[in-house]
């Protein structure tokens, strides 16, 4: 856990308990695909602990999570019960790179090398 529900509330978020440790766990999954998992190599007196738990704090007061399924409604109609999602993905992982961009560093891409 990256940011345990009494810092949270410290910190001065408004989730129930519940609701806050699903999107905790979802805001842990996502940092730790982006770094590699390189957080669990770090002491626990790193300085970058301090930026982890503000980031968990912003992905979640933010809704980078929507309604913690990564969407959030963005139009509803009644009578043709229609509803539309908007991704919120890509804006948390801008958020997490921005951060902890000394863990994340730069894209990878890969690409057939070519001698000459």
């Known amino acids: 856990m990256y940011l345990d529900f009494n810092t949270y509330r410290e910190m001065g978020g408004k989730l129930k308990e519940p609701e806050f440790t699903r999107a905790e766990m979802n805001a842990r999954m996502l940092i730790d695909k982006l770094t590699r998992g390189q957080l ?15 980031l968990v704090i912003n992905l979640i007061e933010g809704e980078y999570f929507g309604s913690l ?10 009578d043709g019960r229609s509803r539309s999602y908007e991704s919120r993905d890509g804006r948390a992982e801008e958020l997490i790179r921005t951060y902890l961009s000394s863990l994340i560093g730069g894209s990878i891409t890969t690409a057939p090398v070519v001698r000459t």
């Open 40 to 54: 669990e190599k770090l002491e626990a007196d790193d300085p970058i602990w301090e930026r982890v738990r503000i």
């Open 69 to 78: 399924n990564g969407r959030d409604v963005t139009s509803e109609s009644n």
